[in-house]
C-alpha cells in the first residue's frame, strides 16, 4: 500500500502564490509516476500536471502552464505544486496521485493511489 497525504493549501487573494505538498509512503516513490488532479464544485475532477519517474519529465494542462511547476524529491519521497499567479478559476480540491504507470497518470484513468485532497481558495 501506498498512502499519500497532501499539505499547503488555503485561501489566497488572486495574483497570489501556494505551495502544495504530497508526502508518500509504503513503497519505493521512485517507481511512481507522480500527479495532481484537482475538482471544483460542481465539476468532473481534471489533470493538473504530472511528473515522471526521475522528476526529469514534467507535463502540464494548458490551464497552468506557465504558472504551476511540479516537482519531486526522491530522497524525501515528496512531490511538490508550486503555484503562483492564482486566479479564482484555480478554486478547487487539490489530489495527490501515484501509479507505477505514466500513461494512466497523465490520462487520469484507473490511477492506484489518491490522497484525501486539500482545499484552494482563490478569492478575486
Known amino acids: 500500500q501506498v498512502q499519500l497525504v497532501e499539505s499547503g493549501g488555503g485561501l489566497v487573494q488572486a495574483g497570489g502564490s501556494l505551495r502544495l505538498s504530497c508526502a508518500v509512503s509504503?513503497?519505493?516513490?521512485?517507481?511512481?509516476?507522480m500527479g495532481w488532479f484537482r475538482q471544483a464544485p460542481g465539476k468532473e475532477r481534471e489533470f493538473v500536471a504530472a511528473?515522471?519517474?526521475?522528476?526529469?519529465?514534467?507535463y502540464y494542462a494548458d490551464s497552468v502552464k506557465g504558472r504551476f511547476t511540479i516537482s519531486r524529491d526522491n530522497a524525501k519521497n515528496t512531490v511538490s505544486l508550486q503555484m503562483n499567479n492564482l486566479k479564482p478559476e484555480d478554486t478547487a480540491v487539490y489530489y495527490c496521485?501515484?501509479?507505477?504507470?505514466?500513461?494512466?497518470?497523465?490520462?487520469?484513468?484507473?490511477?492506484?493511489?489518491w490522497g484525501q485532497g486539500t482545499q484552494v481558495t482563490v478569492s478575486s
Open positions: 496521485a501515484a501509479d507505477r504507470s505514466g500513461s494512466k497518470v497523465r490520462l487520469g484513468n484507473d490511477i492506484d493511489y
Open positions: 509504503g513503497r519505493t516513490f521512485s517507481e511512481y509516476f
Open positions: 511528473i515522471s519517474w526521475s522528476g526529469a519529465s514534467a
